[in-house]
């Protein structure tokens, strides 16, 4: 199975700061690789899919990048409404595998 | 504008069986394959089982393999999951989601499940 290091477990950050979440495929796994918001009582919203691209309606200071095995996701400059939890997710191959989560908080 | 509506979930005794139902529209359900996940009280997300459009390929998480079966009714627009031999890790609110070009793009509300004596 492929396992996802999701890192880190938690962070916190000020409004209008960068914000860089990591996932760390354990094998290749492409571009099959999706981040996901989920807030509290809600189900998931995805934000980035094929490791790169936005979803439809998703704001531009999103961005997902892949160097290798590698993945992030990066807010440029964070607002007040994106804390949560931040989850990534391999789709290259059954059983697909998410991250463990990220949740951040505004200071 | 697409919709995916759980329902089935409810508290059940350790051993026995439940069958969730997840009602989509507003989009062609017979062309997309379709997931279950779920997520445990205060854990992340762990995929559960997948199902393709014609329902020639099926696969479930290790967890769930021998206890559960994804199915589907592509004339009713509704997925399925039996879930048989219930534990009490299997306590979670499970969602259904469409799947699209290898990611889960769309996602019901959630049905919970609890399993306790």
């Known amino acids: 199975d492929i396992q996802m290091t999701q890192s880190p477990a938690s962070l916190s950050a000020s409004l209008e700061e960068i914000v860089t979440i990591t996932c760390q495929a354990s094998?290749?796994?492409?571009?099959?690789l999706a981040w996901y918001q989920q807030k509290p009582g809600k189900s998931p919203q995805l934000l980035i899919y094929?490791?790169?691209s936005l979803a439809d309606g998703v704001p531009s200071r999103f961005s997902g990048s892949r160097s290798g095995t590698q993945y992030s996701l990066k807010i440029s400059r964070l607002q007040v409404e994106d804390p949560g939890i931040y989850y990534c997710l391999q789709g290259y191959s059954a059983p697909y595998t998410f991250g463990a989560g990220t949740k951040l908080e505004l200071k | 504008e697409v919709q995916l509506v759980e329902s089935g979930g409810g508290l059940v005794q350790p051993g026995r069986s439940l069958k969730l139902s997840c009602v989509a529209s507003?989009?062609?359900?017979?062309?997309?394959?379709m997931n279950w996940i779920r997520q445990a009280p205060g854990k992340g997300l762990e995929w559960v089982a997948y199902i393709s459009s014609g329902s020639s390929y099926i696969y479930y998480a290790e967890t769930v393999k021998g206890r559960f079966t994804i199915s589907r009714d592509n004339a009713k627009n509704t997925l399925y999951l039996q879930m048989t031999s219930l534990r009490s890790e299997d306590t979670a609110l499970y969602y259904c989601?469409?799947?699209?070009?290898?990611?889960?793009?769309?996602w019901g509300q959630g049905a919970s499940v609890t399993v306790s004596s």
């Open positions: 507003g989009f062609t359900f017979s062309n997309y394959g």
């Open positions: 094929g490791a790169t």
């Open positions: 989601a469409r799947y699209l070009q290898r990611v889960m793009d769309a």
């Open positions: 094998q290749d796994i492409g571009n099959w």
